[in-house]
């Protein structure tokens, strides 16, 4: 099968200013079906752990992945100008078009699930199938619903990271070593795969992270904390698949909203799973992506 990676020139609107996107395909090189394009958390994060995606590639169907602007692979300028949501919406359209997409289904995770319904939003056309995985409408309501699960980790946990918010610290040893026990409920809950330990390893290598979202998963103080999208859900007219985890920082009040917004959606929560299902239940996981494609495509034809 195929396996190729390379680079595309993607340009900024607003500045001019043009920069190197790395992608990876995967699959037959004379695909029948229309390839799955995965999207990254973060913001700022890389597509490393999202990698075992991959076993949705095919002779019939490739899988595609890339480095947003400001992580891994990809050019990372000191710009904070850049870290945009309309731009990276820009880049994702340009991405496609790079790669001479016609149609693609889109697969968003986490922060990457946010990008997919802004992209769903203003440029519907180019997406057959639309997958929602681990992600929200509302970035209050995630905080307000990460708050809330972190008021049920043990005391002294929540002691060190108040301590560390309020004088300024969140760069310390301390305070990262307590974030982890809210990403050992909530985000994995098993060991986490070489794949995904590179991934959170270097999500504070761009800069992309901290002034997107801020130091930590419940303490969201940069651009993207008042971004909602909810009442604009109902536009959407797209075969949508959502999923989440039981544990997942993603609860269930997120994604009823999803649900709710989106008309003839389907949502499948994960009974063992927090927020990298995909890593945690990939024997529920894959076979549940593959027959909502399939059906996505039968409709097509019929």
Known sequence: ??????????????????????????????????PLLCLHGGPGALHNYLL?????????????????????????????????????????????????????????????????????????????????????????????EANRLRDELPPEI??????????????????????????????????????????????????VYLYMNGPSEFHVIGVIKDWDRTADLPQIKLPTLIISGRYDESTPAINELLNKGIAGSEWHMLDNSSHLAHVEEPEVYFPLVRQFLDKVEAAKTA
């Open 52 to 144: 075992n995606m991959q076993e949705l590639a095919s002779e019939d169907r490739q899988v595609i992945f890339y480095d947003q602007l400001g992580c891994g692979n990809s050019d990372i300028p000191n710009d904070n100008s850049l870290w945009r949501v309309d731009r990276f919406v820009e880049e994702l359209a340009q991405v496609i078009a790079g790669l001479g997409l016609e149609k693609v289904h889109l697969l968003g995770q986490s922060w990457g699930g946010m990008l997919a319904i802004e992209y769903a939003l203003t440029q519907p056309g180019t997406i057959e199938g639309l997958i929602l995985a681990n992600t929200l409408s509302s970035m209050p309501l995630w905080v307000s």
């Open 1 to 34: 099968m195929l396996d190729e990676q390379g680079y595309l020139p993607i340009t900024d609107s607003k500045s001019g200013q043009t920069f190197k996107i790395w992608y990876r395909r995967i699959g037959g090189e004379h695909p029948t079906k229309t």
């Open 158 to 207: 929540q002691a060190t990271l108040l301590k560390h918010e309020a004088e300024g610290t969140t760069d310390s040893e301390e305070y990262q070593t307590a974030i982890l026990a809210f990403y050992d409920r909530h985000v994995c809950r098993v060991p986490w795969p070489d794949y995904v330990a590179y991934s959170f390893g270097h999500i504070l290598d761009g800069p």
